[in-house]
C-alpha cells in the first residue's frame, strides 16, 4: 500500500473540517437578524443591502428576521445565542454595540466577546435642524443663544438624535432639555408647529424637511462636511469630540469559523463596491464601511468607549 505523503495527510485531515464549516453555504438560506422592528432605520438599510449581497458569488443568502425590542437589545442576544457555524448571521447598530451597553445596566450579551465582527456596512451622519422661521439661522446662532432654555426633540430616548443632544450639551454648555417622541414623525410635527426649538435626527430622515424649506440644516456631525449639504458646517468646525455617525455592521456569534468570515469578507467588498448600492447610499447620506473585521472590532472599541464617557457624563439610563 503506498503511504501518504504527511503534507498530502494534513489536507485530507483538514478538508473535513473545512468542509463542514462552508456547509451552510449556498446550500441554504442563513437567517439575518435585524434587531430592531421593520420600517425602522436599520431595517431600511438591511433592505436596501441584503438583496445586492445576495447577488454576490460565493455570498450566503440572507433572509431577513426581524427580532425588535428593548432597543435592539432582543435582537442582538438571539445573534449572540446562535449557533457559531453559519447559519445565523446579523445587524449590529450604534445601539447594540455602542450606546446600549452604558445606557442598560443589565444585558444578555457582551458586546466585545459574544460577536464576530464581520464589517461596517454603513454610517451616516446626524443633523441638527430648526424651523425655517426660526431666528436661530447658522450654528453660530446657536452657540450664541447660552443661558437661553431650549428644547430638542429625537425619535425617542437613547437614539442617535437623543445622545446627539446630549454631545451638542455637554460640548457647548447649552441650557437644552430632550423631548423624546415615539418615532420620528411626531418631532418632525412639533418642530414645524413650533413647540420645540431643534430635531436632532440622521440626515435621510431631517433631508426631506430641509428641501422642502420648511425646516434648516444648521449642523452635521461628521469628520468632514456632507456632499447632499455641503454649506452646512460640521460640529467639529466649532467644538472638539463632537463626531457622531449613526452606524450598522455586520457581525456573527463568537467563534465564527476562519473559512466563513473571510468567504464574507469577499461578499461584503463585492456588495459594497456595488454602483447601484452605491448610489442608493450617496441619495441617503450613507458613507460605506471598509470590510475589515480587525478594524471593526477595534472601531467597536471606540464607540464603546465614547458613549461611555457622554452617558455617564449626562447621567443617562433607560432602565
Do not use: C
Not at 438571539?78 to 452604558?102: C, E, F, K, M
Amino acid at each position: 500500500m503506498t503511504a501518504i505523503p504527511r503534507r498530502a495527510a494534513l489536507a485530507l485531515g483538514l478538508a473535513p473540517a473545512l468542509a463542514r464549516a462552508q456547509a451552510p453555504w449556498p446550500h441554504r438560506p442563513v437567517r439575518y437578524i435585524v434587531p430592531y422592528p421593520p420600517g425602522g432605520g436599520a431595517d431600511s438599510i438591511a433592505r436596501i443591502f441584503v438583496p445586492v449581497f445576495n447577488e454576490q458569488p460565493g455570498a450566503p443568502f440572507l433572509v431577513i428576521d426581524n427580532r425588535g425590542g428593548a432597543g435592539g437589545n432582543i435582537g442582538a442576544e438571539a445573534l449572540a445565542r446562535s449557533p457559531a457555524d453559519g447559519s445565523v448571521l446579523g445587524q449590529i447598530t450604534i445601539g447594540t454595540h455602542g450606546t446600549n451597553p452604558s445606557l442598560f445596566p443589565r444585558l444578555g450579551f457582551d458586546p466585545l466577546t459574544d460577536f464576530t465582527p464581520i464589517a461596517l456596512m454603513g454610517q451616516q451622519q446626524v443633523t441638527i435642524s430648526v424651523h425655517a422661521d426660526t431666528p436661530i439661522r447658522t450654528l453660530d446662532d446657536l452657540l450664541a443663544r447660552k443661558g437661553v432654555e431650549m428644547t430638542s426633540g429625537s425619535s425617542g430616548n437613547g437614539t442617535s438624535g437623543h445622545l446627539t443632544t446630549e454631545v451638542l450639551k455637554a460640548r457647548t454648555g447649552l441650557a437644552i432639555t430632550h423631548v423624546p417622541y415615539r418615532g420620528s414623525g411626531p418631532a418632525w410635527a412639533d418642530l414645524l408647529a413650533k413647540r420645540i426649538d431643534m430635531v436632532a435626527e440622521n440626515i435621510h430622515v431631517a433631508l426631506p424637511h430641509h428641501q422642502s424649506g420648511r425646516t434648516r440644516i444648521i449642523a452635521v456631525t461628521g469628520r468632514t462636511r456632507s456632499p447632499l449639504v455641503p454649506d452646512v458646517p460640521i460640529l467639529m468646525e466649532r467644538m472638539p469630540d463632537s463626531v457622531v455617525y449613526s452606524w450598522n455592521g455586520v457581525a456573527g456569534p463568537a467563534g465564527l469559523p476562519a473559512p466563513l468570515v473571510a468567504q464574507l469578507v469577499q461578499a461584503m467588498r463585492a456588495t459594497l463596491a456595488n454602483p447601484a448600492l452605491r448610489l442608493r447610499y450617496d441619495e441617503l447620506g450613507l458613507e460605506a464601511g471598509e470590510p475589515e473585521p480587525v478594524a471593526f472590532q477595534a472601531f467597536i472599541r471606540e464607540q464603546l468607549a465614547f458613549w461611555k464617557r457622554i452617558i455617564t457624563e449626562a447621567k443617562i439610563s433607560l432602565d
